[in-house]
């Protein structure tokens, strides 16, 4: 819930902020095998989660060390990763920066979106983010707060589970039924002692999310932070991000500001929504 990789940051993705503990298997039991390019992408997307070495990333996949070593290799001389000498340990590398600013470059919600963010670029007390769904993930595809405020893990690089924090559970609540179910069934990480595992718990606040078009948590994605958010629309009137604002858990017991900030984002969501292409009257 934008700044150099370090030692800090390579234990929060790897407990927590990416949903995958080091040393848990990362392929869901029953899964298919992973061959050819879908191993790629399953190890490339567990390095991102979670710097490691080749026997660390043999474990979580359930594959042989001299397959994985060979795809390591491989990925390493494309610059799709590279390997920290300190550690051994193989990270994300400059070639995937490259593929991914080539998205952001050409997102269509955040082109929509950036003349309504320049407007919060001196608000006081928030991280703003705009976030999508990757997989079971909300993902920060923007991230911008003062200097002075500096919200841990309000940055690029902090993914969290759909369960955890607004974001997610916007983003999650106005999924397809089957997802909702599906993404119920797994084991809920429990990132707080707030946080919602408990699926019928879950279930009955996505519903009130649905019917109060926004959501407001409290410490349960750290228990220093809150974080309110709301769905943004695109012309079919599917939910493709969502807008949040993540502040120090005092702020929510502030209720005129927080009433303040409420009125903001909601605004702001539907703003970004109908030069989207959304009609209120679409609901």
């Known amino acids: 819930m934008e700044e150099t990789r370090g030692a800090d940051r390579r234990t929060a993705a790897s407990v927590g902020a990416s949903g995958t503990k080091r040393g848990k298997r990362a392929v869901e039991p029953g899964a298919p095998p992973l061959r050819g390019m879908i191993r790629s992408f399953a190890v490339l997307e567990y390095l991102a989660a979670s710097p490691s070495r080749v026997v660390d990333v043999t474990r979580a996949l359930g594959l042989p060390w001299a397959t994985v070593h060979r795809t390591i290799i491989q990925l390493e001389k494309a610059q799709f990763l590279r390997r920290d000498p300190e550690t051994s340990r193989y ?25 309504y963010l320049s407007q919060l670029q001196d ?3 928030i991280a703003v ?8 993930q909300a993902v920060p595809v923007y991230s911008a707060q003062r200097l002075s ?3 841990t893990k309000a940055h690029y690089g902090y993914h969290f589970p759909l369960h955890c924090g607004s974001k997610g559970q916007v983003l999650l609540a106005y999924e397809d039924p089957a997802f909702i179910e599906s993404y119920l069934k797994r084991d809920l990480e429990r990132l707080t002692s707030e946080t919602i595992t408990d699926p019928k718990i879950l279930r009955a606040e996505l519903a009130r999310i649905r019917e109060a078009g926004m959501a407001l948590t409290v ?16 012309a079919s009137r599917k939910v493709v991000a969502s807008l949040c604002f993540i502040f120090r858990k005092a702020l929510a017991r502030n209720d005129k500001r927080r009433d303040e900030l409420e009125d ?20």
């Not at 998205?103 to 082109?111: G, M, S, T």
């Not at 984002?265 to 609901?283: E, F, K, T, Y």
């Open 123 to 125: 608000a006081e007390g």
């Open 129 to 136: 983010q705009i976030t999508e769904r990757i997989g079971f």
């Open 264 to 283: 903001i984002l909601v605004h702001m969501a539907h703003s970004i929504s109908i030069d989207l292409g959304w009609r209120p009257d679409q609901g």
């Open 219 to 234: 410490a349960d994605v750290q228990p220093f932070t809150g974080s309110m958010a709301a769905p943004i629309r695109d």
């Open 91 to 115: 990270e994300i590398g400059p070639r995937l920066w490259y593929v991914g600013s080539a998205y952001l470059a050409n997102h269509r919600v955040l082109r929509a979106a950036m003349p």
């Open 149 to 151: 405020d500096d919200i």
